[in-house]
């Protein structure tokens, strides 16, 4: 039913809205208060004279100080990149048929999560205890083509990348495990239907729509292993904290040099939040683009080029 529109009939005026926010007295208080705090606390901190600014400004930018600033960062690369090749293998292990690779999978995962990390690093630092020496050549006893002394092998650094890389992979395989579940299970079926190749739906189908699901917690995972890598400081590695360790030894200055430790840390990771913050918008607004790219990798196999 269509209603017409009086011509003879006067609109009335549209009214001005005179909306007013309710004061809200409580908000202001609490507001007051917090600053207040703030402020106090920012001034305790900075004239505090026990605190020695003076040897802060002057160890922060110290070449030994950088140089384990620079080692805490190949640390949290090398550790991402590896710990994220694992979970993505384990992830896909425990997605397949197969018992054998499931079952591999979940001790995998199970064990890593369930023991500390800090005493992975340790198991690591002292593998040499267990197996003296690790060679290449025929099993169970047999000659030995190549061979090399564990202590020689397993230096701190090693050790510390095998600790945070092989315990990070079983955190990373719980995440691309909850990314590729993410997916519509449609978008598989439809590749198998066309003559897909598992591999092929994983790499062309699957794994590029799960990635909106991974970047935020690979980001936050990232983010923590910056933080993680201090832990390596008990193994005597060479990183920021364990720099900072010798050096307070030294000079004495024990808080100075944890609160420079702790500035190269907000540092590191403020960079890596803004640095997260552009990716995940970037894969927001490429979304809709996926879709396209999706149905694009589709098509050769629609024309039977499979």
Same mark, same amino acid.
């Given at each position: ?12 005026p ?6 007013? $926010? ?6 202001w208080i ?9 402020v106090w ?10 605190l ?11 070449g030994?100080?950088l140089g ?10 090398? #550790? ?6 694992l979970g993505?293998?384990?992830?896909? @292990?425990?997605? #397949? ?13 199970w064990?890593? !999560? ?16 267990v197996?003296?020496t690790?060679g ?12 090399w ?5 397993i ?16 955190? @990373? ?7 590729? $579940? +993410? ?15 598992? $591999?092929?739906?994983?790499? !062309? ?11 935020p ?7 923590? @292993? ?12 060479a990183e920021?904290?364990?720099v ?22 907000i ?5 890596? +939040? ?10 927001? $607004?490429?979304?809709?683009a996926?879709?396209?790219?999706? !149905? ?5 196999? #629609?024309r039977?080029?499979?």
């Amino acid at each position: 039913m269509e209603v017409t529109k009086d011509p003879g009939a006067v609109e009335a005026p549209e009214l001005p809205i005179d909306a007013v $926010r309710p004061p809200r007295p409580g908000r202001w208080i609490v507001a007051t208060a917090a600053g207040a705090v703030l402020v106090w606390l920012a001034y305790t901190v900075i004239v505090n004279e026990n605190l020695h600014w003076d040897v802060i400004a002057e160890y922060l930018t110290d070449g030994r100080v950088l140089g384990g600033l620079w080692v805490t960062i190949q640390l949290t690369v090398l #550790s991402m990149v590896i710990g994220l090749a694992l979970g993505v293998l384990a992830a896909v @292990m425990q997605l #397949s048929g197969s018992p054998v690779l499931r079952g591999a999978s979940g001790l995998y995962t199970w064990f890593f !999560r369930g023991t500390p990390l800090l005493v992975q690093l340790i198991f690591w630092f002292n593998i040499g205890l267990v197996f003296p020496t690790f060679g290449i050549g025929v099993p169970f006893d047999g000659p030995k083509l190549v061979e090399w002394q564990a202590n020689e092998l397993i230096t701190p650094f090693t050790a510390a990348l095998l600790g945070l890389a092989i315990n990070e992979g079983a955190y @990373m395989a719980e995440i691309v495990r909850a990314g590729i $579940r +993410s997916v519509d299970p449609g978008q598989r079926e439809a590749a198998e239907a066309i003559g897909m190749s598992h $591999r092929q739906v994983l790499r !062309r189908v699957v794994l590029p729509q799960a990635m909106r699901v991974i970047i935020p917690p690979t980001g936050n995972q990232f983010i923590s @292993m910056l933080k993680t890598t201090s832990m390596v400081s008990v193994i005597a590695g060479a990183e920021l904290l364990t720099v900072s360790q010798r050096i307070y030894l030294g000079n004495f200055e024990v808080i100075a040099m944890l609160i420079v430790a702790s500035i190269w840390y907000i540092v590191l990771t403020t960079v890596a +939040s803004v640095g997260q913050h552009f990716v995940e918008k970037r894969f927001e $607004r490429g979304h809709h683009a996926l879709q396209v790219r999706v !149905r694009r990798n589709l098509r050769p196999f #629609s024309r039977g080029n499979v």
